[in-house]
């Protein structure tokens, strides 16, 4: 019984061993980093803390005990490095793989970077191999939301340009989840229509011509627009367009596709002043509607109210919006004319 405390305790062989003990167990806990199940297991079997009753482990080993019990322990230690060398072996064996995925299924894939195209532009597509594995389902999520099968559909209620993102999640050889982010967009366009009416291409110098411009496909902010003999300023979905030459002006409307303006056509518009208005008086009877009158018997007492006003305009069925200012006029009278500057 004095044997084993004078080998390992007097001559200082218990802390040796159980420093290799532990530099050992911390190889081992390096060596499984992404299995945190083994790391625990190893530090269990070689565990070098103190025993229940605090003494040192060197103390509780080998302090009065037989040599036939201290060598047991030891060939227990031995056993246990033999297996778990053999184990460790096989995890990292295993883990040289760990990242492959196994494909039973092959398939070829079509990517394309759009399904609509106008003439000049370009197609352009990836084409690749797909393998999959049938006997393990991915998840699949937009955002926050799981999708099935990897089939997202969305109800375009607006139109502009919009972006997804999410992630697929798959296990992998190792029992770990590992995720995958991808990114995409898409663009709603306004359903649309081109209308013509060739006898009525006309825009008139000195007011706003307003045009609701639009290309199928492409988003209204990849929409530009080119006036030759006027000025063009978007406000809204609309373009206010302002000649400022007689004669025709030429409107063109470009589409941003990929990075380049590519022509979408247009076309050339006559410009013409704006026909002479009428002059009206405008009022408010006793029911609070305002009316326009150029021909009709009025009481003095409403000519003398509130909110009575000269005005030139087109009328209430007027079909060109234009605002004029009244600079002169001229009221006739039974007894003559007088010429009345504002």
């Known amino acids: 019984m004095d044997k084993p405390s004078e080998y390992a305790i007097t001559r200082g062989n218990g802390k040796i061993l159980k420093q290799k ?17 083994k790391q ?6 070689f565990a070098t803390g103190k025993a229940k009753d605090g003494k040192p482990w060197e103390i509780a080993i080998f302090e009065m ?49 759009t399904r609509y195209l106008i003439r000049g532009a370009q197609y352009s597509a990836q084409i690749v191999l797909s393998a999959v594995d049938s006997t393990k389902t991915p998840e699949y999520f ?27 999640k798959l296990v ?37 011509n307003k045009f609701s411009i639009s290309v199928p496909g492409v988003a209204a902010e990849n929409v530009s627009i080119r006036v030759a003999g006027g000025t063009v300023q978007k406000v809204g979905q609309r373009y206010i367009i302002r000649a400022n030459q007689d004669g025709d002006i030429n409107i063109a409307v470009y589409a941003k596709i990929d990075g380049k303006d590519l022509p979408m056509g247009g076309g050339s518009y006559r410009v013409k002043y704006l026909p002479d208005p009428k002059s009206y008086l405008r009022y408010t009877d006793g029911g609070g509607i305002t009316r326009l009158v150029q021909d009709a018997p009025l009481s003095k007492r409403l000519l003398k109210g509130d909110g009575v006003s000269l005005i030139a305009s087109y009328g209430q069925d007027e079909l060109i919006k234009a605002n004029f200012n009244i ?16």
């Not at 003990?21 to 199940?37: M, Q």
């Not at 625990?40 to 079997?45: A, D, E, L, R």
């Not at 190792?174 to 649309?192: A, C, L, Q, T, W």
Request: hydrophobic share 35%; net charge negative; proline share 3%.
């Open 21 to 37: 003990i532990e530099d050992y167990c911390k190889f081992l806990v390096d060596l499984s980093t992404t299995n945190p199940a």
């Open 142 to 168: 937009v955002g926050a939301s799981s999708i099935q099968n990897g089939h997202y559909e969305v109800s375009c209620g607006k139109t502009g340009a919009f972006t997804y993102s999410g992630q697929i």
């Open 172 to 208: 992998g050889n190792d029992g770990v989840i590992r995720s995958y982010p991808f990114k995409s967009d898409y663009i709603v366009g306004e359903p649309s229509a081109t209308v013509s009416n060739e006898g009525l291409n006309v825009v008139y110098r000195g007011i706003d």
């Open 40 to 45: 625990k297991m190893y530090q269990s079997i």
């Open 327 to 342: 600079t002169s006029f001229t009221l006739l009278t039974v007894f003559g004319s007088v010429n009345v500057n504002g």
């Open 65 to 113: 005990m037989p040599v036939s019990a201290v060598v047991t322990i030891l060939t227990k230690y031995q056993s246990d490095i033999r297996a778990t060398e053999a184990e460790i072996v096989q995890y990292l064996k295993a883990q040289t793989d760990v990242m492959d995925f196994r494909v039973n299924k092959i398939t070829a894939l079509v990517v394309p970077n």
